[in-house]
T-cell receptor, first 115, second 110 residues
Framework: NAGVTQTPKFQVLKTGQSMTLQCAQDMNHEYMSWYRQDPGMGLRLIHYSVGAGITDQGEVPNGYNVSRSTTEDFPLRLLSAAPSQTSVYFC??????????????FGPGTRLTVL | GQQVMQIPQYQHVQEGEDFTTYCNSSTTLSNIQWYKQRPGGHPVFLIQLVKSGEVKKQKRLTFQFGEAKKNSSLHITATQTTDVGTYFCSFSGSARQLTFGSGTQLTVLP
């Protein structure tokens, strides 16, 4: 099992550019999510999905879009990059058990800088 | 929405000293999870607590869930340099959103 994979590992964008951060998991997890991590701010939920075709907003969704066409993939799209989106982005996945999310498996992260 | 307060934000200890981080919620939690993130790494799951008053141990780490399920703690006995990192608590709230505390960054001085 590869677990949770994320690409790219590093990315530099100019303000206004768009891009897609890729996330894939091979554990057949129903739940997938995207977090951003800024210094001293912990992990903040951007978007999440409880299954293919279902997505929902987290705490900080503005400026980001997601889709979940398959169980395995959950790409995060930045529509028009802004310097405030400079951050480390983590994708995570888990099973859903008893109505709650189970152990979260995190990808290695994408370090994004917007100039 | 639901949130947890995690304290302290930073902790520096001498190697061999004990360390404790706390998570406090104003509302009852269905469960709580703990994660460790090494510098430059990604969060890694440590444990999940579900029952009121639950205590679980992993070698030098002791995890507790309060009787009212509103607070939790992680205690490390005799810290080692390998314990360096940021420790996060998290819980599954409404609509299955997983919310993380702000983390406690542990530095262990040799």
């Amino acid at each position: 099992n590869a677990g949770v994979t994320q690409t790219p590992k590093f990315q530099v964008l100019k303000t206004g550019q768009s891009m897609t951060l890729q996330c894939a998991q091979d554990m057949n997890h129903e739940y997938m999510s995207w977090y951003r991590q800024d210094p001293g701010m912990g992990l903040r939920l951007i978007h999440y999905s409880v299954g293919a075709g279902i997505t929902d907003q987290g705490e900080v969704p503005n400026g980001y879009n997601v889709s979940r066409s398959t169980t395995e993939d959950f790409p995060l799209r930045l529509l028009s990059a802004a310097p405030s989106q400079t951050s480390v982005y983590f994708c995570a996945s888990s099973f859903i058990r008893g109505g709650s999310t189970d152990t979260q498996y995190f990808g290695p992260g994408t370090r994004l800088t917007v100039l | 929405g639901q949130q947890v307060m995690q304290i302290p934000q930073y902790q520096h200890v001498q190697e061999g000293e004990d360390f404790t981080t706390y998570c406090n919620s104003s509302t009852t939690l269905s469960n709580i999870q703990w994660y460790k993130q090494r510098p430059g790494g990604h969060p890694v799951f440590l444990i999940q607590l579900v029952k009121s008053g639950e205590v679980k141990k992993q070698k030098r780490l002791t995890f507790q869930f309060g009787e009212a399920k509103k607070n939790s703690s992680l205690h490390i006995t005799a810290t080692q340099t390998t314990d360096v990192g940021t420790y996060f608590c998290s819980f599954s709230g409404s609509a299955r959103q997983l919310t993380f505390g702000s983390g406690t960054q542990l530095t262990v001085l040799p």
